[in-house]
């Protein structure tokens, strides 16, 4: 498992590059929710999710606020001042993940999206405060990320991404630090 900074220069934003990828997991993301085809494949894909839950009918008006509400989490990601208070965004995934200490598996989303919740989910690891490795993300459009192939996907990821760093000594930034340029 490769690791790359999203910002060069600073320690505290990571994402998963994976061998062989043009690009990290983090810059895919945004590529594939500002890519109008993409998103009107996955909203037909998963059209019945769509209206069951969110109440939205036409796959253009969810297009339309998916590019919208992807270049807003964008700037709270990666723009300045907010990449400094990344806590502020990112949330346990769940209340075993509340509870651990180490290595938590987190969510960051637009929390103040209007007029429904935000369905876009981009998933890390939270190594300490403020230091997060980013491993994917989804549209996530039903209540558990267990009920479809593609948020499963993303859950295994993030599983994964957290064996890793356990197994291979990593419990806090400078831990990682010295991994990252061992590597």
């Given at each position: 498992m490769k690791f790359v900074r999203t910002i060069p220069g600073y320690n505290h934003?990571?994402?998963?590059?994976?061998?062989?990828?043009?690009?990290?997991?983090?810059?895919?993301?945004?590529?594939?929710?500002?890519?109008f085809n993409y998103?009107?494949?996955?909203?037909?894909a998963n059209l019945e999710d769509l209206q069951g839950f969110f109440k939205i009918e036409k796959v253009s008006d969810a297009i339309k606020d998916t590019m919208e509400d992807a270049q807003?989490?964008?700037?709270?990601?990666?723009?300045?001042?907010?990449?400094?208070?990344?806590?502020?965004?990112?949330?346990?995934?769940?209340?075993?993940?509340?509870?651990a200490h180490e290595l938590t598996r987190e969510k960051a989303r637009n929390w103040d999206r209007k007029p429904h919740p935000s369905w876009l989910r981009i998933y890390a690891i939270r190594i300490e405060p403020n230091v997060y490795?980013?491993?994917?993300?989804?549209?996530?459009?039903?209540?558990?990320?267990?009920?479809?192939?593609?948020t499963q996907k993303e859950l295994d990821k993030l599983n994964a991404c957290r064996d890793f760093l356990k197994q291979n000594g990593?419990?806090?930034q400078d831990s990682f630090i010295d991994f990252?340029?061992?590597d």
């Open positions: 934003l990571w994402a998963v590059k994976e061998e062989g990828k043009e690009t990290d997991e983090l810059s895919m993301l945004f590529r594939q929710w500002s890519n998103l009107l494949d996955f909203f037909f807003e989490l964008e700037r709270l990601v990666l723009d300045f001042p907010y990449t400094e208070q990344l806590d502020g965004l990112f949330h346990p995934l769940s209340l075993a993940d509340n509870r490795i980013v491993t994917g993300g989804a549209i996530k459009l039903t209540a558990t990320m267990q009920e479809r192939e593609h990593v419990f806090d990252f340029e061992e």
